[in-house]
């Protein structure tokens, strides 16, 4: 039995194709990146798929909302990690002349 990874080309043209859908019916900006971290981080967490079937199955029952919820909880400790003066550019700075 084939070891199921997200460099299995079977895998990948899955993705593909479930980032093509959530594009045209959700979220137009959403990378093969996005899927593949919801994948990794979420859907794969604790227990990888034994089969082909389970995997291609998982990846195409993903929802946009599923993704969009780690997407938010990502920027959420990403921000966290953060120093405020990280988010100047987007708050504005007091400028010394």
């Known amino acids: 039995m084939e070891k ?3 460099d299995n080309r079977q895998i990948q043209l ?8 959530l594009r ?5 900006s959403l990378t093969y990146q996005n899927i ?3 994948l990794k981080y979420w859907k794969w967490r ?3 798929p034994r089969t082909l079937h389970e995997a ?3 990846i195409l ?3 946009a909302d599923e993704i969009v919820q780690l997407l938010s909880q990502r920027a959420i400790v990403d921000g966290y990690r953060q120093s ?3 988010f100047q550019d987007l708050i504005g700075g007091i400028k010394h002349e």
């Open 61 to 63: 029952s993903l929802t």
């Open 4 to 6: 199921i990874s997200l």
């Open 84 to 86: 405020l003066s990280d």
């Open 56 to 58: 291609v199955n998982d």
């Open 14 to 21: 899955t993705v593909v194709l479930k980032l093509q859908q």
């Open 46 to 48: 604790k227990k990888m």
């Open 24 to 28: 045209r019916e959700a979220i137009p």
């Open 36 to 38: 593949e971290d919801t």
